[in-house]
Antibody, heavy 119, light 113 residues
Framework: QVHLQQSGPGLVQPSQTLSLTCAIS??????????WNWIRQSPSRGLEWLGR?????????EYAVSVRSRISIDPDTTKNQVSLYLHSVTPEDTAVYYC?????????WGQGTLVTVSS | DIVMTQSPDSLAVSLGERATINCKSS????????????LSWYQQKAGQPPKLLLY???TRESGVPDRFSGSGSGTDFTLTINSLQAEDVAVYYC?????????FGQGTKVEIK
């Protein structure tokens, strides 16, 4: 059974970097059958896909246009986890952030982390 | 980007009755090479992440009760909940995985009448 456990701070100051980690159990971050995604949810934006990382002989990454200039999704094969970094955050980045595995579609989700951007 | 539009935004259904949720995609989500619709449905209860119910528009995820069914063609899809149970109170989302950015509908809230 796949389990995704998220960790990271719930409060980030404006202009700083949001950093979350998703620890994977029951699967490998290097799996050829999966991609590891970050999705956020807010009342104003609904469910918004942010980006993904996947391994197919080498690492691939893809990001949503809305955050492309300030996002990074980084896998860590030694810890079997994937991290999200979102730089230069503003209050509009306040949301619940989820990591999710995509095989066919999003079949496993982390528990969610409410991140508030405020001073 | 493919825009997913759900209707209605909310509905109230009596216990044991049928709930029907519609989802329309702004573009085709049918992959002709395998004749599959790249469309999934999720259920989200308060304080929880979304839970996958259906994929390929009509294939139930393992463990999902058979009162949940999906149908559709072209750009119009439907989630049907037969014999609504109290535990089905939730927000339901459709989502396309035909092309990135993967996109979701705005959600439909299902309540008990």
């Amino acid at each position: 059974q796949v389990h995704l456990q998220q960790s990271g701070p719930g409060l980030v100051q404006p202009s700083q970097t949001l950093s979350l980690t998703c620890a994977i159990s029951g699967d490998s971050v290097s799996s050829y059958n999966a991609a590891w995604n970050w999705i956020r949810q807010s009342p104003s934006r609904g469910l918004e896909w942010l980006g993904r990382a996947w391994y197919r002989s080498n690492w691939n990454k893809e990001y949503a246009v809305s955050v492309r200039s300030r996002i990074s999704i980084d896998p860590d094969t030694t810890k079997n986890q994937v991290s999200l970094y979102l730089h230069s955050v503003t209050p509009e980045d306040t949301a619940v952030y989820y990591c999710a595995r995509k095989s066919i579609t999003f079949d496993y989700w982390g528990q969610g982390t409410l991140v508030t951007v405020s001073s | 980007d493919i825009v997913m539009t759900q209707s209605p935004d909310s509905l109230a259904v009596s216990l044991g009755e049928r709930a029907t949720i519609n989802c329309k995609s702004s573009q085709n989500v049918l992959y002709t090479s395998n004749n599959k619709y790249y469309l999934s449905w999720y259920q989200q209860k308060a304080g929880q992440p979304p839970k996958l119910l259906l994929y390929w528009a009509s294939t139930r995820e393992s463990g999902v009760p058979d009162r949940f069914s999906g149908s559709g063609s072209g750009t119009d899809f439907t989630l049907t909940i037969n014999s609504l149970q109290a535990e089905d109170v939730a927000v339901y989302y459709c989502q396309q995985y035909f092309s990135t950015p993967w996109t979701f509908g705005q959600g439909t809230k299902v309540e008990i009448k």
